[in-house]
């Protein structure tokens, strides 16, 4: 197993994130988001173009390989009633820009799920639309030697273990990035309302012979206020320990990707920027912290 990061969580700033990278002792990061001097922050295959030589200079010089990016292709922000030149003009600039790098694995998603008023999911959720741009991401990567692997975020991949595996059934060769705390707060929906949450362990268990990329998530579920806390790996209801065990005897070398959200959550809207600089400094010692608790728990499972 290998150890990186999706390094935003680290910080913005592209200097945080290859800080925190070298401060782990990591060779690796996964790109997601990134900020450079001068520019806004912006996703890695969509900040302009010098933005972008800027940050893959800095990576260069800093001996650090992208691995893998976590682009925002079908994710929980796109629609599936979008034009799907959307995702076309997004494939492009990301497989671009990883040949640049040197990337060899993306994360991409089967696009948000879709709501119905508040008492009813649309059953379909345009399953044969969904399955035919998954085909097409999928094939299009994959022409240019990299690797595409399907997140089981908040999309249809990730309503539940039922809807992963149709997914999986429709499209056999597909790969998944599995989250481990992403069941924690992910409701089941092919269960009755109200949802229950998802089994990180069950969910794991029915991908593993599908699963190329690992990101570790941990966390709890409170059913009474309908909110996840994040936690250091191993403390929360994502099966982490257990996950982490089973992979180390099943010999995956693959990468472990951290995704922490104990300081920050990515795609979460509602925080404050009362005092920016203790917020970057909680969030940069929070992953560096992660990350070694992650260590410690891949030396124990060893």
Known sequence: MIITGIADEAGDQIDAQITATRKLGWNHIEARFVQVEGFEKGSIHEIPEEAFELAAKAFHEAGIQVCAIGSTIGNWAHSITDPFEITEAEIQ?????????????VRYMSYAILEEGKENDLDDQLFEERVTRCREIITRFENEGITPVHENCMNYGG??????????????SMQWAFDTGNPVFNPDRSKPRPYPRQSAWEFYQALKAHIAHIHIKDGNWNDATSECTFTMPGEGQGD?????SDLSRSGYSGFLSIEPHVATVFHDTTGTDDDPEEKAREQFESYVEYGRRLTHLIEQSS
């Open 159 to 172: 309503m539940s273990i039922s809807h992963a595996l149709r997914l999986q059934e429709a499209i056999p």
């Open 240 to 244: 982490v320990k257990r996950i982490i």
């Open 93 to 105: 600039r990301c497989i671009g820009r990883m040949h640049k790098l040197g990337a060899k694995i």
